[in-house]
C-alpha cells in the first residue's frame, strides 16, 4: 500500500457563513487525516471554496459589491472557522485562484478537442437557485424536483459535456468497486439513478446572462458552468495540469466526503469528467447524512441557523467535535440541540473521561506527591483486575483501525469509551482511598496502571478530541506519538515511573459551575 493519503472536503458556496452543516464534514474529514497521521500516513487534506455561478453573483448584486470583493470578504470566514476548529487542513483552495481556472481551462481544452464537449441547442427548464437544468418531463408539477421552487423556460446554445457516452462505463466502475461509493445505501440509489439514460450535461453559460464564471477556452462568449469548474479543484488543488510528479503523488485521491446533497455530482459527474481525461477515479466518496436543528431544517427564514462559534463558545471544541462524531453513524441523518449537546457533555466527556482523569491525577497528587510510582513487580503481572483492564486496553488500536478503515466514527468513540468504563470500575474496585491506609504495594500497582491507561487514552483520543489529548499528555509530561510510532508508544508500561504530574486541568467543568 502506498504511504500517502489524500483526502478531500467539499468547496462550499460562499453565498452564505459556514454553519454546523459544513463543520460536520470538515470535522469527520480532520478525524479521519488526524487519525492517518496516527499511523504514520503522509497526509494531504484539501478544503475550500467554491466562488463561480449565479448564486454568488446575486449573493454580491444583493450587498451592492462587484463578485471578486464579495467573494475576497466571505471566503476568509471558512478558513477562519475552521482554524478556530483545530482542522488540520494542508490547503485551502478557492476557485477563483489561478491554479484553479488554469486548470479549468486545460480540462475544458482537453475534452473539446477529444470531441467529448460538443455545441448544442438546449430546450428546457432553468432552476437558477440549483443552476440545474431540467427537462418538461422531470419537472415535479411544473417546478423544480430538487427544491420545488419555479423554473424559468430557457432556449439558447450551450456547450454539452458527453455524459451518456461513459453510463455504461460507469456502471460497471461502481459494481466492480463495492468501496467507492459509501455507504451502501447510496449506492444503490446511483445504482438505481443510473438506469435511466443519463442526459449530456450543459456545462456553459452565455455571457450575456452571467459573466461570474471561468471562460470557456474556445468560446469566449461563454464562461464555465460552476459545478463543472468546481469539481476540478479536486485536481487543481494537487498539481493538475503543471506538476505531473505532485498529481501522481496525490491522485487518486483516498476518500472524498460530502453531504448526501451533492452526491449525484461526485457520484456521475466526476468520475466521467475524470475518466474522459484519461485520470484515475477517487477510491472513495462517502456521503454523509443531513443535520436538522431541533427536529427542523435549517433556513435562514427560519432564523434557527446554527453559529459553530456560538457552540463552541459554550461548550468548547473538542466538545462540539466529539458530539458531531458521536451521535450518528455517519450515513445518517442528524438533529442538534443544545439538549443533545449538553447530554453528551456531562455524561461521556464530564462524568466518564474528565473524572477518571480529574480522579486518578488527583489521587497520584494526595497519596503520592503528584509522582508517578512504579508499576507492579515485573515477576507478577498484577492482580486480575489489573490484568483485565490492561488487555482491554492492548485491544484498543486494532478496534480503532477496524473502525476508522469502514469510517465508523460511533463504533471508534464507542470502543475508547469501554475502556473509560472499565478503568472508572476499577477505581471503584479497587478502591486505592482503602489501600492508602497500609497498602503501599498494591497502591501503586493501581495508581501506575490508571495513568498508564490514561496515558495511552490520551494517544487514541488524538483523531477526536486533540485539545484533551494533549492537555493529559501535558499533565503525564508525554509528547503523543506522531510519527507513526503510535502502536509501540500504546504498549503497556511505556509510562516511566517517577514523572511528576503537571498542574491539574479541569477537561470537562460541569456547566452550572462555569455558569
Ligand atoms: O454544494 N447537514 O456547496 P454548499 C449536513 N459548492 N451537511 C451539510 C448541511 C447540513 N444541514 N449543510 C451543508 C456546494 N452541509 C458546492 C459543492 S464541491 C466541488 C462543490 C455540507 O456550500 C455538506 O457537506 O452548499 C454538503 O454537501 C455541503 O455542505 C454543501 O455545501
Partial sequence: VRNNFYLTTPLYYVNDVPHIGHSYTNVLADCIARFRRLQGRKVFFLTGTDEHGDKIARAAKAEGVDPQAFVDKIAPRFEKLWTHLGISHDDFIRTTQERHTRAVQTVLERLHKKGDIFSGDYQGYYCTPCETFWSGGQLVEGKCPDCGRSVETLEEKNWFFKLSEYQSW?????????????????????????????????????????????????????????????????????????????????????????????????????????????????????????????????????????????????????????????????????????????????????????????????MVKRYRQGVIPGPASKSSSGSPETRSLIKDSLELPDQLEGAMAQYDFKKALEAIWRVVDTANRYVEETKPWELAKQEDAKLDEVLYTLCEVIRILAIFLGPFVPDTALKISEILGVKPPDDGSWKAKSRWGELRPKGVLGPSQILFPRKDEIG
Fill in 170 to 362: 460507469l456502471i460497471e466502475h461502481i459494481q466492480a468497486n463495492p468501496q467507492f461509493i459509501l455507504p451502501k445505501s447510496r449506492r444503490n440509489e446511483i445504482l438505481s439513478f443510473l438506469k435511466t439514460p443519463l442526459l449530456d450535461l450543459c456545462i456553459s453559460r452565455p455571457r450575456k446572462r452571467l459573466t461570474w464564471g471561468i471562460e470557456m477556452p474556445f468560446d469566449k462568449d461563454y464562461v464555465t458552468y460552476v459545478w463543472f469548474d468546481a469539481l476540478i479543484n479536486y485536481i487543481s488543488g494537487c498539481g493538475f495540469p503543471e506538476n505531473g510528479a505532485r498529481l501522481k503523488e496525490w491522485w487518486p485521491c483516498d476518500i472524498q466526503l460530502i453531504g448526501k446533497d451533492i452526491l449525484r455530482h461526485h457520484a456521475v459527474i466526476w468520475p466521467i469528467m475524470l475518466k474522459a481525461l484519461d485520470l484515475d477515479i477517487p477510491k472513495t466518496i462517502l456521503a454523509h447524512g443531513w443535520w436538522t436543528v431541533d427536529g427542523e431544517k435549517m433556513s435562514k427564514s427560519k432564523g434557527n441557523v446554527v453559529d459553530p462559534y456560538q457552540v463552541i463558545n459554550e461548550w468548547g471544541r473538542d466538545a462540539y467535535r466529539y458530539f458531531l462524531l458521536r451521535e450518528v453513524p455517519v450515513g445518517q441523518d442528524g438533529d442538534f440541540s443544545e439538549e443533545a449537546i449538553g447530554r453528551r457533555y456531562q455524561n461521556e466527556l464530564g462524568n466518564d473521561l474528565g473524572n477518571l482523569v480529574n480522579r486518578v491525577f488527583s
